[in-house]
């Protein structure tokens, strides 16, 4: 298998485990936002034709804040259910199992109308969360482990990546002379199953995770092919032995759970991290960017049915700054792309309050307002809005990455669920000053990062546990547990700059 095979092979399990994962969540934050007034207008049909009388407003907004923030709902309930899903099934099993919700969830939703059932939208909404919920954590995990150190980072911002694409694509698809309009709103949710249908095709003819195949099942016949199939190479040997001497270094050999994770000593610190970015990628204020976007544009004196397509310039932007990010972070670093992105998101959130406050003063205000909005999203992709799922999973041993994700998905649709919650009300009392709130968030994270995190690029899974022994207060591996580390194929060892070399090249690829 020649070298451009290794990464053909990583790329297809990293798009099409995307594709029916991330890709579909990014789609579900944006295309709810185009079909809004239809199905509003749809729920004020049903109830006249239940009740003979027309919905109240109150109930109108109720129904609707319940279809949208349900979907948060069920993401909680899906991160609850990671832990046990890839223990049994695996990290490729659970990606296809999760399939089913999201077909579920486009059956639900794109026949409601017909059924004039207003609760069919609110149980696939839930149904989709559940979807959705799942694949933040089971993807992360499924990536960073399928993946060479070396390009741990870049694989990882697939989940970013399709992320932002999702959005993108919602957009598009919303648009009046697509699908949306009055009578093809439901075009919209249908097309949820057409990735879910795709990865179902493709992800069953890609490898599982080798490690997961060796530490937990055992399997290493299985773990060996999955190996040669990533790396693309007949010898994997020094791969196997990395990854049973990991096994062999661990506190545990059990999957541990998130009380076990949480009561440890030694991962103090990186649950905490991980917390923190975490709890920082949802509380930054994206969602409030995309809250005010319509209004700053309409203000700025663009027509209303030009909006829309001004607006696909912030998923554009989005998209490319994503793309730009998995580029360069193993180059630069998770580390500096995270400090980077949260300190620009700061800046910009301050500069837009300035702007917002002197927009009705001045006619060209509203551009420079719209410019920060760009330059906060651009910020945001460039490395808040991938790479705390990528720390995730590289922060923590097999034993605990399963609890660990729960942990962060949980932390992630509590604060998605608290944002949705208590926005409007930052927004009515504070007015155009509620980014400042948003500009502390990002400043703390930031703050945070630079005295807390290391850098985790091309390090291997021991290797970045032991980078917070000190601050954990725990000793370092000790000397026979790292020659347990040393890859010995049968090769000749020779150290060189503090490093182990065999036959030429440093220990094996992950």
Same mark, same amino acid.
């Given at each position: ?87 049994? +099934? ?134 060996? !092919? ?6 693309? !190479?007949?010898?994997?040997? !020094? %791969? ?26 030694? *991962? ?15 509380? /930054?204020? *994206? ?29 554009? +932007? %989005? ?12 180059? +630069? ?108 968030? /990002? ?41 347990? *580390? ?25």
């Amino acid at each position: 298998m020649t070298p451009q095979r290794i990464t053909a092979c990583l790329v297809n399990a990293a798009f099409f485990g995307a594709l029916g994962s991330s890709y579909l969540y990014g789609y579900n934050l944006s295309v709810v936002n185009a079909p809004a007034l239809y199905i509003k207008t749809f729920y004020n049909q049903t109830w006249m034709e239940r009740y003979g009388e027309p919905i109240g407003a109150d109930m109108v907004t109720m129904l609707w804040s319940i279809t949208v923030s349900i979907f948060a709902i069920g993401g909680l309930l899906g991160a609850l259910c990671v832990t046990l899903l890839t223990k049994l +099934i695996g990290r490729k099993g659970t990606l296809l199992l999760n399939n089913g919700f999201a077909v579920i969830a486009a059956l639900l939703l794109a026949l409601g109308e017909k059924a004039r059932s207003f609760e069919m939208l609110i149980i696939g909404r839930f149904v989709m969360g559940v979807d959705s919920g799942i694949a933040l954590s089971a993807l992360p995990m499924y990536l960073g482990e399928i993946s060479p150190r070396h390009m741990r980072g870049s694989i990882g911002q697939f989940n970013s990546i399709l992320i932002c694409l999702g959005v993108f694509t919602g957009q598009v698809l919303g648009l009046p002379e697509l699908l949306g309009q009055e009578s093809r709103w439901n075009f919209l949710f249908a097309f949820l199953a057409l990735p879910a249908l795709l990865q179902l095709c493709v992800l069953p003819f890609l490898p599982e995770s080798p490690r997961f195949l060796l530490m937990e099942r055992r399997d290493e016949a299985g773990a060996e !092919k999955a190996f040669r199939a990533f790396l693309g !190479k007949k010898d994997v040997s !020094k %791969e196997l032995e990395e990854v049973h001497a990991e096994g062999r270094a661990q506190n545990t050999l059990h999957m541990a759970s998130v009380t076990e994770l949480l009561l440890n000593p030694a *991962l103090r610190w990186q649950v905490i991290t991980v917390i923190v970015t975490m709890a920082c990628y949802q509380l /930054c204020g *994206l969602n409030a960017i995309w809250y005010y976007t319509n209004g700053i544009l309409r203000d700025s004196g663009f027509a209303e049915n030009v909006i829309p397509y001004i607006v696909l310039s912030t998923g554009g +932007i %989005e998209t490319l700054a994503a793309v730009v990010s998995g580029l360069v972070i193993e180059r +630069i670093g998770r580390r500096p792309l995270l400090i980077f992105g949260f300190s620009a998101m700061a800046f910009f959130f301050g500069l837009l309050t300035v702007f917002l406050n002197f927009q009705d003063q001045y006619t060209w205000m509203p551009y420079l307002s719209f410019t920060c909005i760009l330059a906060v999203i651009a910020s945001f992709c460039s490395g808040p809005g991938g790479i705390p799922f990528v720390l995730t999973g590289e922060l923590f041993e097999q034993s605990y990455r399963p609890a660990a994700f729960m942990i962060a998905g949980i932390v992630n649709w509590v604060a998605n669920f608290a944002v949705g919650l208590l926005f409007p009300f930052m927004q009515e009392s504070l007015q155009t000053y509620a980014f400042l709130v948003f500009l502390v968030v /990002c400043v703390l994270g930031a703050v945070y990062l630079y005295f807390i995190l290391p850098e985790t690029k091309n390090k291997t899974f021991m290797d970045i546990s032991q980078s917070f022994a000190k601050i954990n207060k725990v000793p370092l591996v000790n000397k026979e547990i790292e020659n347990e *580390l040393t890859i010995k194929a049968g090769s000749k060892e020779v150290e060189e700059n503090g490093k182990v070399i065999i036959d030429g090249e440093i220990e094996s690829s992950f």
